[in-house]
């Protein structure tokens, strides 16, 4: 009996591959509104005047009328509130999830098609 053949290069490249795409991320390309991004309840990629852009898990509202962005620090993994100053926004763009989803998948799909093609030849 024959052993089943183990591409284990392949299933290397996808695995990679599929943890690479876990953070794809598509944005809306309408901007939205400060008010818009905190009632969205998603992430969001907020354009500032000096050019920098910053993303951030959601957007919220506290009593006082302040907004915060809730972003991962890069230590330990914990979330972050930093204030928004709202003069300094140019842009606020809203994740798209439905696209997000798309894009990751047909990246997937067309390269498992891709790789099984290969190995077929």
């Known amino acids: 009996m024959k052993k089943p053949r183990i591409h284990f290069k392949s299933i290397a490249i996808f695995l990679s591959l599929l943890i690479m ?3 794809c991320s598509v ?39 302040h907004y915060y962005g809730i972003g991962k620090t890069k230590i330990f993994d914990k979330s972050k509130r930093v204030l928004i100053n709202e003069e300094e926004i140019v842009m606020i763009r809203v994740i798209d999830k439905v696209q997000s989803s798309i894009s ?3 990246l997937l799909i067309t390269w498992i098609g891709l790789n099984i093609y290969g190995i077929s030849k």
């Open 21 to 23: 795409l876990q953070s």
């Open 27 to 65: 944005y809306k390309s309408a901007p939205v509104s400060i008010e818009e991004a905190s009632q969205a309840n998603s992430k969001v990629k907020v354009y500032k005047r000096n050019g920098e852009k910053v993303k951030y898990k959601k957007i919220i509202m506290t009593n006082e009328g």
């Open 104 to 106: 990751t998948g047909g």
